[in-house]
């Protein structure tokens, strides 16, 4: 210790500058600002390190605050030999910042690999752009997930309710079939009490009750494959069920009137009454004859509301009156039973040039906007 602290065996290093007053202010300059400076470097370091606790390798910046220390301490150790000869104290303080200097050489080297691989500005810039470019993909995935969700809630809501609409249909359909099913049921056992009343044999019950079943399925059919299911045009269903009657007599029936279309309860009904003219026409009317003739055509009304007249007329028929005219139950049904079905009225008149029948009803009771007798009241439209 007191060899460090001896000084009187030295001379000031101003002694070797012959203490020239320039070479002795610059040199004493240059080591004061170096000293300053590096006094300056560590605590920034050591600013760093406090300021950021997540940088990693702290160590080597601590070395490398303690080596600039330690430089700048010699160089103001430096500066004072220049006036106070501490040579051993330079020479202590150089040995420490020599065993500094090389422990951090060594762990640099060590550090190094280690120190490459840290990603530089410009690597963490572009990995940065990348990793914004993939979290906007990501973001354009998720909103075309919710985009595709919401239009998959919305089509199963869709969905769901055409379903219900449809079940609600398919009930209301399956209601109306067994609606129809029972109209018609009613309708046949009607036809099929009434004209075995009337039959003088089991051939001519079997021959009138298949012809009126003809004229029922006829009808059924016809608005069976119409487009709508509901209604199929009246000149449809005339033509249909009188299309044998067409077929023998080609030029002697004449069939004309605007489109309007019916529903399957008129169309029934309507075609029963056809049915018993063309019989009746065949049997007994204009068709018996070489020279008689039908005409079958139908108009929109005003009577007491929008309506349909329907007319038959025959010419050169064997009917000349009422009273050659044969009463049964095709008469009834004509007069009574079908107009009441329908709503409306009927009649049938005879003249010297032939028949004419004329039925009118209320539009609403063959388009289905208002409800017609029920089919079990047909019987009751027929007196027993």
Request: net charge negative; glycine share 6%.
């Given at each position: 210790?007191?060899?460090?602290?001896?000084?009187?065996?030295?001379?000031?290093?101003?002694?070797?500058?012959?203490?020239?007053?320039?070479?002795?202010?610059?040199?004493?300059?240059?080591?004061?600002?170096?000293?300053?400076?590096?006094?300056?470097?560590?605590?920034?370091?050591?600013?760093?390190?406090?300021?950021?606790?997540?940088?990693?390798?702290?160590?080597?910046?601590?070395?490398?605050?303690?080596?600039?220390?330690?430089?700048?301490?010699?160089?103001?150790?430096?500066?004072?030999?220049?006036?106070?000869?501490?040579?051993?104290?330079?020479?202590?303080?150089?040995?420490?910042?020599?065993?500094?200097?090389?422990?951090?050489?060594?762990?640099?080297?060590?550090?190094?690999?280690?120190?490459?691989?840290?990603?530089?500005?410009?690597?963490?810039?572009?990995?940065?752009?990348?990793?914004?470019?993939?979290?906007?993909?990501?973001?354009?995935?998720?909103?075309?997930?919710?985009?595709?969700?919401?239009?998959?809630?919305?089509?199963?809501?869709?969905?769901?309710?055409?379903?219900?609409?449809?079940?609600?249909?398919?009930?209301?359909?399956?209601?109306?079939?067994?609606?129809?099913?029972?109209?018609?049921?009613?309708?046949?056992?009607?036809?099929?009490?009434?004209?075995?009343?009337?039959?003088?044999?089991?051939?001519?019950?079997?021959?009138?009750?298949?012809?009126?079943?003809?004229?029922?399925?006829?009808?059924?059919?016809?608005?069976?494959?119409?487009?709508?299911?509901?209604?199929?045009?009246?000149?449809?269903?005339?033509?249909?069920?009188?299309?044998?009657?067409?077929?023998?007599?080609?030029?002697?029936?004449?069939?004309?009137?605007?489109?309007?279309?019916?529903?399957?309860?008129?169309?029934?009904?309507?075609?029963?009454?056809?049915?018993?003219?063309?019989?009746?026409?065949?049997?007994?009317?204009?068709?018996?004859?070489?020279?008689?003739?039908?005409?079958?055509?139908?108009?929109?009304?005003?009577?007491?509301?929008?309506?349909?007249?329907?007319?038959?007329?025959?010419?050169?028929?064997?009917?000349?009156?009422?009273?050659?005219?044969?009463?049964?139950?095709?008469?009834?049904?004509?007069?009574?039973?079908?107009?009441?079905?329908?709503?409306?009225?009927?009649?049938?008149?005879?003249?010297?040039?032939?028949?004419?029948?004329?039925?009118?009803?209320?539009?609403s009771a063959i388009s289905g906007k208002d409800e017609s007798l029920e089919a079990d009241e047909f019987s009751e439209a027929i007196p027993v």
């Amino acid at each position: 210790m007191q060899a460090l602290l001896d000084t009187a065996s030295y001379m000031p290093h101003g002694y070797c500058m012959i203490w020239q007053p320039w070479l002795v202010v610059l040199t004493a300059g240059s080591d004061f600002l170096i000293f300053l400076a590096y006094m300056a470097i560590p605590v920034a370091l050591l600013q760093v390190l406090r300021r950021r606790p997540d940088v990693r390798y702290r160590g080597i910046i601590g070395l490398f605050a303690a080596f600039i220390l330690l430089c700048g301490l010699t160089h103001a150790i430096a500066m004072l030999t220049l006036w106070v000869p501490i040579y051993p104290i330079h020479a202590v303080v150089k040995f420490l910042t020599a065993a500094v200097s090389l422990t951090t050489a060594a762990v640099l080297f060590q550090l190094a690999p280690a120190l490459v691989r840290i990603p530089s500005p410009s690597q963490l810039e572009s990995a940065n752009r990348k990793l914004a470019a993939e979290i906007r993909a990501h973001e354009e995935t998720l909103r075309l997930l919710r985009a595709a969700k919401d239009g998959l809630e919305e089509e199963i809501e869709e969905r769901t309710a055409d379903l219900k609409a449809s079940n609600e249909r398919l009930e209301v359909l399956t209601r109306e079939a067994v609606h129809r099913s029972k109209n018609v049921l009613a309708v046949v056992t009607s036809l099929a009490r009434q004209t075995a009343r009337g039959a003088e044999d089991l051939g001519g019950f079997l021959d009138a009750f298949q012809g009126r079943l003809d004229a029922l399925s006829n009808a059924i059919a016809t608005v069976s494959s119409s487009s709508d299911r509901h209604s199929a045009p009246l000149e449809r269903i005339a033509r249909h069920q009188l299309s044998p009657v067409i077929s023998a007599y080609p030029d002697r029936i004449a069939i004309d009137g605007p489109d309007v279309r019916i529903i399957a309860e008129a169309a029934q009904q309507i075609t029963l009454a056809l049915h018993e003219l063309a019989t009746n026409a065949v049997k007994y009317g204009a068709l018996s004859q070489v020279d008689g003739d039908v005409r079958l055509s139908w108009d929109l009304v005003e009577d007491d509301g929008p309506g349909l007249r329907l007319t038959w007329e025959e010419t050169g028929g064997a009917i000349r009156s009422e009273s050659d005219a044969r009463v049964g139950f095709g008469t009834t049904l004509l007069t009574r039973a079908v107009p009441a079905m329908l709503q409306g009225r009927a009649e049938r008149s005879f003249s010297p040039d032939g028949m004419s029948y004329v039925m009118t009803v209320p539009l609403s009771a063959i388009s289905g906007k208002d409800e017609s007798l029920e089919a079990d009241e047909f019987s009751e439209a027929i007196p027993v």
